[in-house]
């Protein structure tokens, strides 16, 4: 299959970084805190490097901070920086985050304090089920084509956008990181590797309305070549959406990515693979995980898949590349929902492997079931279905070893087959487990 080594971030332990300290002076409360963050990093950089200190019990509220090679900005415990909430110190466009850094070299943000994006101040409409969001949500850390970069111990809360958006970077480390968003608002993903290369991701808490750890190639950035060599491995996961996702948005190539140890609970999916552009999707392993996914409002997407892989095209006339060598193993799922994978003429995944896949189908939520979730795609994109403990379509060379449905709870109206296959190239199934409810 595939072997990604532990190390693959590249990134030195936890240590501070060698050079000047410089404490940032406790807010005085006369405004915006940005100048004076920005004059300690600005003099660490030209200092030759060092950490830029957010001390202890002190409120910074700051507009965007731009993060200079060779600096650490690390926030005391107790320390807080909190997203300003007055729309004349940002600029008028483009997108935004609260700490960025472009073309950097050896920098870290870390903690144990916290950021606060303040998502909440800025939405719309308050609803049960959903945020409505307002017309300008900056993200949280926005980082373009860094290398070294090392973000640890840190806290996150309320993130209005895109929380942690690595772009086009190379040698990342994210460790003991905690993102507490609200699980209404759209869009608040927790952890985003975007073009990226040499990552991992390990030992984080993230819940979130969105994607928690959702791996992309987005078309804005197109330029900076595919996303390879990720580690995702022993983190908690809630989400709204995805737990732990690769795409939807995935106009370059995915290569040699492994999710590892992960627990996910009160997720409306688990571990998903969503091609809907021109990128490939190859040498993936899912292992070692727990899921639990839920229905939740037809506004999210998802129908409560603990394994969601498909690759449909995006929009009339687009272009789509090709899942293949995909593995998923030692995976314990409770779900209101089966197994999803299919393709589509012109793309059908291929050497789809699940072993050791274990799904216990119950019910426990009010909202409906018995729906195929298929958007973004150009055909319709929620479809009446039975619940099966596996689905598979439209795809090639498909296993299944030592995989077993059972079904809890009463029985539902829109229960179905324990395994339910239509149009796959080549089916292996061996020592499988499980039967029809009905």
Known sequence: MLLLLAGVGGCAAQSPMAGVTIQVPPPNGAGDDAPSIQDAIDRCHAAGGGRVMLPAGAVFTSGPLRLRSGVELHLAKTALLRLNLDHSVWPAKGRSYLVSAEDAENIAITGPGTIDGQGRQLMAELGEHIHKPGPWRPGVVGLLRCRQVRMQDLVIRDGPHWTVHFIGCDGVLAERVTIRNDRRIPNCDGIDPDHCRNVTIRDCDIEAGDDCIVVKNTRRYADLGPTENIRVENCDLKSTSAALKIGTESVSDFRNIVFDRCRIRDSSRGLVIQLRDEGNVENVVFSNMTVETRL???????????????????????????????????????????????????????????????????????????????????????????????????????????????????????????????????????????????
């Open 296 to 438: 939740f409002h037809e506004a999210w997407w998802g129908r409560a898949e603990p394994i969601h892989v498909s690759a449909f095209v995006r929009q009339a006339g687009g272009k789509l590349g090709q899942i293949r060598n995909v593995r998923f193993e030692n995976i314990e799922a409770r779900s209101e929902n089966g197994v999803y994978l299919s393709g589509c003429d012109g793309s059908r995944p291929e050497e789809i492997a699940f072993d050791r896949v274990r799904i216990r189908i119950d019910k426990w939520t009010d909202w409906p079931g018995g729906q195929h979730d298929r958007r973004p795609c150009v055909m319709e994109g929620l479809v009446p279905h039975p619940t099966a403990g596996f689905y598979c379509a439209q795809a090639e060379s498909v296993s299944l070893r030592n995989c077993r449905v059972c079904w809890a709870g009463r029985p539902q109206p829109d229960d179905g087959a324990a395994l339910d296959v239509a149009a796959i190239g080549r089916l292996t199934v061996e020592g499988f487990g499980g039967n029809a409810r009905r």
